[in-house]
């Protein structure tokens, strides 16, 4: 299983960006698909999830701002991130997960419930 992030870069403070995450070697639509984010010296933290189902669930400090959703055919996720903050810096990871329909919301918060984590793509956000 291979997940390529891509689409980060510098954004002024209020503006929008859109990564994605596209997967191959696997069968796309059995897989819960989530992003986790590190800020420098931080630890990594999770940032929103979808379900196989296309449930999401987001963090608390990017309700509003972000929507995450996936596109099957094309084995892509993308999480379109609006009125972006200085504090949303980090390096955005996406992480993968074959799963059941229904998955309790708690398990896809966490880092280790994930099997598979992407590369990583930095969003800088100035102030």
């Known amino acids: 299983v291979q997940l390529q992030a891509y689409g980060g870069g510098l954004v002024q403070a209020g503006g929008s960006l859109r990564i994605s995450c596209a997967a191959s070697?696997?069968?796309?639509?059995?897989?819960?698909i989530s992003w986790f984010r590190q800020a420098p010296g931080k630890e990594r933290v999770f940032v929103a999830a979808?379900?196989?189902?296309?449930?999401?669930y987001y963090t608390d400090s990017v309700k509003g701002r972000f929507t995450l959703s996936r596109d099957n055919t094309k084995k892509t996720v993308y999480l379109q991130m609006n009125s972006l903050k200085p504090e949303d810096t980090a390096i955005y990871y996406c992480?993968?997960?074959?799963?059941?329909?229904?998955?309790?919301?708690?398990?896809?918060?966490?880092?280790?419930?994930?099997?598979?984590w992407g590369q990583g793509t930095l969003v800088t956000v100035s102030s």
């Open positions: 992480v993968a997960k074959s799963t059941i329909l229904t998955v309790a919301s708690e398990s896809l918060r966490q880092r280790a419930f994930y099997q598979y």
């Open positions: 070697g696997v069968t796309f639509s059995r897989y819960a």
């Open positions: 979808i379900s196989r189902n296309s449930n999401t």
